[in-house]
């Protein structure tokens, strides 16, 4: 439908458009709507966005504002006449009963505000307005029709009026019921809305499949979703496991066709209702708002915890509750004029990748580090990107000068999702790992099993800088006010060779340094003195032994009374610990056997670094006679009357050991409030106990 050299100048002139939007005239609009329907295609349709969601509603804002200012110059196909289309001509096209329309978007409270506004305007209503706030599902739409409380038929949302029938894939989706019990509200035939999507750890577990098959990965759960809808057997759609979020009564009729939806007067009694007969909906997540002060409070909040929900979100839905102020105020072509979303800050934004940074770390992987141009994710400036290892650049063909598609997973680890090799150029050229090391230039070896190109030389320079940021670090020896930039000053100035010379430190040359000064280096030596005390499981995972973590290393100095007895123990004492394997343990028997390391540590404990067990090492022990001894507990969602930490150390003293996951080795779940996956997982294993916050307590204060 759009070539190649189509779609580079699709995305120059939107670059030009974004950049300065108040210089697009009138004479540009043609333009703009080529342009805001080639992104629909490739975001509905395709399912391959080249954009973020925040620089299309950028777009689609400048067409709104200059069709606003000439209303002569509106054309019955500009995208603000109607809604993206997923059409696709694989299935048969049915008609919705009722159009499904976007949303307007908001981004701050100020928007909200002015949606109110425009609520009272239209309503009259001078009074409270109550609004249902949801979470805007990050999936793929879908509507639903029942008649006689059968399903008989699931669509896609199409053009808004028109959609794809995939009845037989969405009779595969388990939450979505066969059989509802509409007629207890004399309903014949109703129409609902709905969301589906894919859980973000099974997603996870999707894209290790496709990896070890040799299949391309997918970007994001909602294109997996969407492209578990359109499966041509229902059989590989059942594989995705999708759920479906009902969000929405859109039509209703009784015997006579009449209309039902009057059965109903708040938009939040709906929802109740169709999770009394058996569908899937928001009402967890979800909030009934008195003010509009009040929803900006909650959308605000959501977005804090984002990342706790299953399910991608990316952002809120405001709906007026009243379902009479909902007809008093309409619809336009567009969207509903009762209902705003409330966008949360882009995870994805695409950017140019400028170069390309090879750094060595303190086992000696390399490590290439895209630098692109700065991007806004999540609230955060962008700049550089880990691109992890060189079979990573080539299953994703990565290139110098690619535009490519950017998340911020987690709202914490930029990720590059994708290239856009359909917007390259000659400049465009391919990435080289390097040889040799890029710090000692010892040529780089790779090992059988290994994704990474490894520098062999433990006495590269940039190796010995990395293993002592490591040491230093919260979750080793916790060294404070000794970061990477100390460890760098130090190392040029010959301070620093290895672990033991930061116990011999000229604190009296520091205090000299620029930016340091007397109190600076005093501090810097009493957190040096407190590290000596430290545990020695810190000590252990300080060490940068090769795939030696913080859990392995408290598993074996909860074995161990000191640790140069390490030099004696043999494979199978290792082995023998549950979680630790042959390879970790010969890592750890090839670190003991090298005199040089030995001597580092008699060196580090004549400084008076601790090298003998202490309680903290020791696993806490259960009481045996405790109410819940034997049995192991898990705690989600959030806890109104006191921290998880708290309530973990409860259930400890009551003989309960805390685990991390639902399995068949769980015995109680205690729920908080919005409990979420971990609840409906325990509920469907069918052997777990379940509790609340009170029923927890109560058990414990009774015992």
Same mark, same amino acid.
């Given at each position: 439908?759009?070539?190649?050299?189509?779609?580079?100048?699709?995305?120059?002139?939107?670059?030009? %458009?974004?950049?300065?939007?108040?210089?697009?005239?009138?004479?540009?609009?043609?333009?703009?709507?080529?342009?805001?329907?080639?992104?629909?295609?490739?975001?509905?349709?395709?399912?391959?966005?080249?954009?973020?969601?925040?620089?299309?509603?950028?777009?689609?804002?400048?067409?709104?504002?200059?069709?606003?200012?000439?209303?002569?110059?509106?054309?019955?196909?500009?995208?603000?006449?109607?809604?993206?289309?997923?059409?696709?001509?694989?299935?048969?096209?049915?008609?919705?009963?009722?159009?499904?329309?976007?949303?307007?978007?908001?981004?701050?409270?100020?928007?909200?505000?002015?949606?109110?506004?425009? $609520?009272?305007?239209?309503?009259?209503?001078?009074?409270?307005?109550?609004?249902?706030?949801?979470?805007? %599902?990050?999936?793929?739409?879908?509507?639903?029709?029942?008649?006689?409380?059968?399903?008989?038929?699931?669509?896609?949302?199409?053009?808004?009026?028109?959609?794809?029938?995939?009845?037989?894939?969405?009779?595969?989706?388990?939450?979505?019921?066969?059989?509802?019990? !509409?007629?207890?509200?004399?309903?014949?035939?109703?129409?609902?809305?709905?969301?589906?999507?894919?859980?973000?750890?099974?997603?996870?577990?999707?894209?290790?499949?496709?990896?070890?098959?040799?299949?391309?990965?997918?970007?994001?759960?909602?294109?997996?979703?969407?492209?578990?809808?359109?499966?041509?057997?229902?059989?590989?759609?059942?594989?995705?496991?999708?759920?479906?979020? $009902?969000?929405?009564?859109?039509?209703?009729?009784?015997?006579?066709?009449?209309?039902?939806?009057?059965?109903?007067?708040?938009?939040?009694?709906?929802?109740?209702?169709?999770?009394?007969?058996?569908?899937?909906?928001?009402?967890?997540?979800?909030?009934?708002?008195?003010?509009?002060?009040?929803?900006?409070?909650?959308?605000?909040?959501?977005?804090?915890?984002?990342?706790?929900?299953?399910?991608?979100?990316?952002?809120?839905?405001?709906?007026?509750?009243?379902?009479?102020?909902?007809?008093?105020?309409?619809?336009?072509?567009?969207?509903?004029?009762?209902?705003?979303?409330?966008?949360?800050?882009?995870?994805?934004?695409?950017?140019?990748?400028?170069?390309?940074? !090879?750094?060595?770390?303190?086992?000696?992987?390399?490590?290439?580090?895209?630098?692109?141009?700065?991007?806004?994710?999540?609230?955060?400036?962008?700049?550089?990107?880990?691109?992890?290892?060189?079979?990573?650049?080539?299953?994703?063909?990565?290139?110098?000068?690619?535009?490519?598609?950017?998340?911020?997973?987690?709202?914490?680890?930029?990720?590059?999702?994708?290239?856009?090799?359909?917007?390259?150029?000659?400049?465009?050229?391919?990435?080289?790992?390097?040889?040799?090391?890029?710090?000692?230039?010892?040529?780089?070896?790779?090992?059988?099993?290994?994704?990474?190109?490894?520098?062999?030389?433990?006495?590269?320079?940039?190796?010995?800088?990395?293993?002592?940021?490591?040491?230093?670090?919260?979750?080793?020896?916790?060294?404070?006010?000794?970061?990477?930039?100390?460890?760098?000053?130090?190392?040029?100035?010959?301070?620093?060779?290895? %672990?033991?010379?930061?116990?011999?430190?000229?604190?009296?040359?520091?205090?000299?340094?620029?930016? !340091?000064?007397?109190?600076?280096?005093?501090?810097?030596?009493?957190?040096?003195?407190?590290?000596?005390?430290?545990?020695?499981?810190?000590?252990?995972?300080?060490?940068?032994?090769?795939?030696?973590?913080?859990?392995?290393?408290?598993?074996?100095?909860?074995?161990?009374?000191?640790?140069?007895?390490?030099?004696?123990?043999?494979?199978?004492?290792?082995?023998?610990?549950?979680?630790?394997?042959?390879?970790?343990?010969?890592?750890?028997?090839? %670190?003991?056997?090298?005199?040089?390391?030995?001597?580092?540590?008699?060196?580090?404990?004549?400084?008076?670094?601790?090298?003998?067990?202490?309680?903290?090492?020791?696993?806490?022990?259960?009481?045996?006679?405790?109410?819940?001894?034997?049995?192991?507990?898990?705690?989600?969602?959030?806890?109104?009357?006191?921290?998880?930490?708290?309530?973990?150390?409860?259930?400890?003293?009551?003989?309960?050991?805390?685990?991390?996951?639902?399995?068949?080795?769980?015995?109680?779940?205690?729920?908080?409030?919005?409990?979420?996956?971990?609840?409906?997982?325990?509920?469907?294993?069918?052997?777990?106990?379940?509790?609340?916050?009170?029923? !927890?307590?109560?058990?414990?204060?009774?015992?």
């Amino acid at each position: 439908m759009y070539d190649a050299s189509t779609q580079k100048e699709f995305i120059r002139t939107g670059n030009a %458009f974004l950049q300065h939007p108040d210089q697009v005239t009138t004479e540009q609009l043609p333009v703009l709507r080529k342009l805001l329907r080639y992104h629909e295609w490739k975001y509905y349709a395709k399912d391959d966005p080249v954009i973020s969601d925040y620089d299309y509603d950028r777009l689609y804002k400048i067409l709104e504002r200059l069709e606003a200012a000439h209303p002569e110059l509106i054309t019955p196909d500009s995208p603000t006449q109607r809604v993206g289309s997923d059409l696709s001509s694989d299935f048969q096209t049915v008609t919705h009963l009722s159009p499904m329309l976007s949303l307007e978007n908001s981004y701050n409270a100020e928007d909200l505000n002015d949606f109110e506004k425009q $609520v009272r305007k239209l309503t009259g209503e001078e009074g409270p307005i109550t609004y249902v706030v949801e979470p805007k %599902f990050d999936g793929s739409s879908v509507a639903l029709i029942y008649e006689n409380n059968i399903l008989v038929r699931g669509a896609t949302r199409g053009n808004g009026h028109q959609g794809d029938d995939i009845t037989p894939n969405i009779k595969t989706i388990p939450t979505i019921p066969l059989f509802a019990d !509409f007629s207890e509200r004399g309903i014949h035939r109703v129409e609902l809305r709905g969301e589906a999507l894919i859980r973000k750890d099974y997603f996870e577990t999707i894209n290790k499949q496709r990896a070890k098959a040799g299949l391309p990965l997918f970007a994001n759960p909602r294109n997996a979703a969407a492209g578990g809808l359109r499966m041509k057997d229902p059989k590989e759609a059942a594989q995705r496991k999708l759920d479906t979020f $009902v969000y929405q009564m859109t039509f209703a009729e009784d015997d006579n066709g009449q209309d039902a939806t009057n059965k109903f007067e708040f938009h939040s009694e709906i929802l109740q209702y169709l999770n009394k007969i058996g569908f899937l909906v928001p009402h967890n997540l979800s909030k009934v708002c008195r003010t509009i002060e009040e929803v900006s409070d909650f959308c605000q909040q959501s977005e804090q915890k984002r990342e706790e929900y299953p399910y991608e979100i990316d952002g809120m839905v405001i709906k007026v509750d009243s379902l009479e102020l909902q007809k008093k105020c309409g619809l336009t072509s567009h969207h509903p004029r009762w209902a705003m979303a409330y966008k949360f800050k882009a995870k994805q934004a695409t950017s140019v990748l400028l170069d390309v940074i !090879f750094q060595v770390g303190k086992v000696g992987a390399i490590t290439p580090v895209a630098k692109i141009k700065p991007v806004e994710l999540a609230g955060v400036t962008v700049s550089s990107v880990s691109l992890h290892n060189e079979e990573f650049i080539r299953s994703k063909d990565i290139r110098i000068g690619d535009q490519i598609v950017v998340e911020r997973a987690g709202d914490v680890i930029p990720y590059i999702v994708k290239s856009l090799p359909e917007l390259r150029d000659k400049s465009v050229h391919p990435i080289v790992f390097p040889t040799v090391c890029p710090s000692c230039h010892t040529p780089l070896v790779k090992e059988e099993g290994e994704a990474a190109w490894r520098c062999p030389n433990y006495h590269c320079p940039e190796q010995i800088i990395q293993r002592m940021i490591h040491f230093v670090s919260k979750n080793a020896m916790n060294i404070d006010g000794m970061g990477e930039s100390q460890i760098r000053k130090f190392y040029g100035l010959g301070w620093l060779h290895n %672990f033991d010379d930061i116990y011999r430190l000229p604190f009296d040359k520091i205090q000299k340094l620029e930016g !340091f000064g007397q109190r600076s280096a005093d501090n810097l030596k009493k957190a040096i003195l407190a590290s000596k005390n430290n545990p020695i499981h810190r000590l252990l995972y300080g060490l940068s032994i090769h795939h030696l973590g913080r859990k392995a290393s408290k598993l074996i100095a909860a074995q161990v009374k000191y640790v140069l007895d390490l030099k004696d123990w043999t494979i199978e004492q290792y082995t023998n610990i549950k979680e630790i394997g042959p390879i970790l343990a010969e890592n750890i028997i090839d %670190f003991f056997k090298k005199p040089e390391n030995i001597e580092l540590l008699k060196s580090l404990e004549s400084y008076g670094v601790n090298l003998h067990q202490t309680a903290e090492d020791l696993p806490v022990e259960l009481p045996t006679d405790g109410p819940l001894s034997g049995k192991t507990i898990l705690f989600t969602g959030t806890l109104m009357q006191m921290k998880r930490k708290e309530a973990q150390a409860l259930a400890e003293k009551a003989g309960a050991k805390n685990i991390s996951a639902v399995s068949k080795n769980l015995n109680i779940l205690v729920a908080g409030e919005k409990a979420g996956s971990k609840l409906k997982k325990a509920k469907a294993l069918g052997t777990v106990e379940i509790l609340n916050e009170q029923e !927890f307590l109560d058990l414990i204060e009774k015992a």
